[in-house]
């Protein structure tokens, strides 16, 4: 009784899968960086890029960044909260089991 | 035209409407209702005050001097937001978790609670925020100027920029040193701030779609016309563009207002998750217009015009009064939000890490001295502010509202970046220690001032012009400009790259030579592994403390309630009665930790050291924990583990020993029985043996009794022997069954003939049912039968009815065949039911025969068949219920 | 007249034989057979001596003798405990309790008479 069941399989899905999200959350802002650092290529001597391009291609990666973050975050809280309802499922089945 | 008198009460309708906000979110907070105030979307919009005047009205200013250079002040804050889940998550909580009230606190509290660099950053905050300050109050002041006569005199302005310091530091005074809350948390101006943010981002955006729809006529025409403008080139060096959003970001981190709203007044990760996204959404959406304004700035208003007044004077121009009334309170609050929270923040630091060390050293008796501590802190705070916002006026004053304000801000930013190395430092990195966060604060803080700040004024104002000529002393190599022989750099990316770079690798390296004390080594493991380490902070060996005098002292910083609520909390949590808890280790440090919430770190760390006694940790006393907490946790988990597994061994131990007593006692009481039911009948045997030989005139009838007596005793000896070897088999396990098939009728029709053959006992009417016992069954049926036997047999002994019957009734159930024995005497009594299958219990009369064997070689053997027997309650006689497995039983052919 | 004896004893087998050996040497013999009402039975039938059974049904004889030591009128009254049990702690037990002889079963029918006579001609 004192070492229970493994916890089930879809409970190891699950934390499987916060743990990418997170991995994304981590990797998103490098993503941001790297984006926001291509205007210095604009700079280099050669074809100058043009206003209206230089904001249509800041503001849509903005906007885009700040949204996927956002769905980063929901998708983060989503998988929280099956991962934890998914072991407090396991939690009580492997009480009634006992 | 709205004359300046109107200005003057919209201004003032406006503020009364904060004032108010502020106010009924205060009393909520105090009844409270706090869920609301702690919503995540006023967190968010609470970082707004990082947009200030000198954004919304600076941004057009700075995209027209510098084109699209002004993004990177908002690109950068957007990448740490975005970031969150790198550094941010990680401060907030440690800011949490250790109670920080400000950035200062944040650094002293880390390095070991040392106020000296509490001092220093608290000093590099103002001297960095009062220039910042006097921007917000300048801005206000051109603002109003816009709506003024042109030619109107510089008193005015002045005016102007007296009573905005006077009204927002009435503000702040007022909502900001209200309570001295141990979490440091104003509800109220966090509120007040959160509606200005709606505020100056509704007229930022209003502005901008007057011009894009109402003068540019839509957005293709608009961009098209930033095509055609002066900057419709991309023209940014991409030195500074990297420069300036990595100094952005690394401000939005250290900036004392920032790190209030930020860090300070969070409460949860939920509230920093939704900031994470929608904050650099709102900053998106501040900078969206900020080209089309300044392309129509440019276009529409006469060479010269103020660029950083574009945001007013782009809609007056076009008679937009209404529009420009609102862009102005978008102003206003953008510059008023900064102000407000900006004190809160210095003053925290001004108060904590100056004033209160300064009062706490002028009366050393100071915390045990009757009084209330909580007037002095707060009057402090208060005076703090006035303090901070007199500075900021008095800069404005006497810098005359130059031009030279405009670039304080990134000036600004380069300074308190210097906070950055130590900070980060400081959460990430164990082996950062105090020397190397002094040598790196103060080297980039020196390098800052003499490279960036001091020049700021203008040459000639504070360095002499022939530094800037031919360097210090003539000595080119410490030009401020050009240090170190570095020439042709743009001045703010050189003083960036030389301050923040040789603050590194002087906190680095110092860090590397000196060994940390033991307080910081603590520190330095509780903020590094913030997520793993909630408790194990050991500071104080308190033994000389007095509980009282800590309680006196508590109260006079808390205030009475909390104190005591608090007090009593931890003597529940020691298990003392009383209202005091012993001055634990443990207590001391939660005791500390509250403190910190009201006057920080290193004052609280003081304070409780002067009742204490011992301001020092014992080395060898925090060797054992401050070595690595890592080890630490490792090592109490496994003292942990030992513990339980030590528990369980004696638990088993002791288990084993009741058992064994158990079985000791139960051996002796079983060879006493045995014995006494060996003696009974040997002694009747040797009497009448003794009788036999002795007596010589026995008549026969005398002697054929008395043999007889001695052939019955034989016997019994001998059914007893019997009966204790059957049991000694089965309870060894040592029987062989001996498996056959045979019908329930039979076996019982045997049984009840082997039963009645035994003349004791009365005659008993046996009731079957000889429909259900057609069932056959594949066991042991001889040992079945011995237990059929018995209870038929008991059942003649002991059924005491007049007319006794027992009744046999066959079931089955998922269990198996259930065979009940039902009589219809008096049954057996409730206390007697629990011993009746034990080894010589006897119920009633011992002359009934069996030495109470019987039950017990029963139990036995219902074991050994994979069945059971038990006795039933509540059947208006002895029942007896035998249940043989379904395994065994086969159906009736 | 060599006395009145009450066997305390639930064993019919014993009783008859203790009474055999006693009465041919001339003493009358009575029994009765459970503890419950043992200490009744000996103030009803004042007897010169007691032989009582350590383990009767109902009550345990230590606690008939204990009774019978409490009443003045038994106090005095010589008791000879039997007991099948032969432990020591058995024989503590009944010198505690009073008993004025303990045998151990199965004894010899010389040596029960031999107590007998003793003990009555104590107190005759």
Known sequence: ?98 | MITTNALAAIALTYVMFLFTVAFVAERAARRGHVDWLRAPIVYTLSLSIYCTAWTFYGAVGSAVRGGFEYLTIYLGPSLVMIGWFWGLRKLVRIGRAQRITSIADLISSRYGKSNLLGVGVTLLAVIGTTPYIALQLQSVTLSVDVFAHPESDGSNQLMTAFWVAAGLSLFTVIFGTRNLDANERHHGVVMAIAVEAVVKLFALLAVGVFVVWGLMGGVSEALARVDASALGQWDVQGGRWVGLTMLSAAAFLCLPRMFQVMVVENDSDAQLRLAAWAFPLYMGLMSLFIVPIAVAGLDLLPAGANPDLFVLTVPLSQGQEGLAVLSFLGGFSSATSMVIVAAIALSTMVSNHIVMPVWLHLRRDAASFSGDVRHVVLLSRRLSIMGVLLLGYVYYALSGGGAALSAIGLVSFTGLAQILPALLGGIFWRGATRSGALAGIGIGFAIWMYALFLPSFGEGVILSRAVFETGPFGIAALHPHALFGLGGLDPLMHAVLWSLSLNTIAFFVASMVSFPSPIERLQGAQFVNADLAATGRRGWSGAAAQSEDLMVMAQRILGAREAQALFLREARKQGVSGLLPDPTPQFLEVLERELAGSVGAATAHAMVGQIVGSMRVSVEDLMAVADETAQMMEYSARLEAQSQELTRTARQLREANDKLTRLSVQKDAFLSQISHELRTPMTSIRAFSEIMRDSDALDPGQRAKYASIIHDETLRLTRLLDDLLDLSVLENGQVNLNIRRERLSDLLDRAVAAAAADEMGACIRIDRSTIAEQVVLETDVDRLGQVFINLIANARKYCDARDPALTITVTEDAGGLVIDFIDNGAGVSTEAQDVIFEKFSRVGDQKAGGAGLGLAICRQIMARLGGDIRYLPGQGGAAFRVIVPAALEQAAE | MAGHVLVVEDEPNIIEAISFILSREGYRVDSHGNGVDAAEAVRARAPDLVILDAMLPGRSGYDILRELREDPQTAALPILMLTARGQTRDRDLAERAGASRFMTKPFSNAEVLEAVKALTRSTA
Do not use: C, H, K
């Open chain 1, 1 to 98: 009784m004192n070492a229970g069941p493994p916890p089930p399989l879809f409970v190891e899905r699950q934390t499987y899968r916060l743990r990418r999200l997170r991995d994304a959350a981590r990797a998103l802002p490098v993503l941001a960086l790297m984006l926001w650092l291509v205007p210095i290529l604009w700079s280099m001597p050669g074809e100058a890029v043009s206003a209206s391009g230089a904001l249509i291609y800041l503001f849509g990666t903005w906007a885009a960044l700040g949204l996927s973050a956002g769905l980063l975050i929901w998708a983060i809280e989503r998988a929280e909260r099956r991962a934890r309802a998914a072991e407090d499922e396991a939690r009580a089945r492997r009480e009634t089991a006992l």
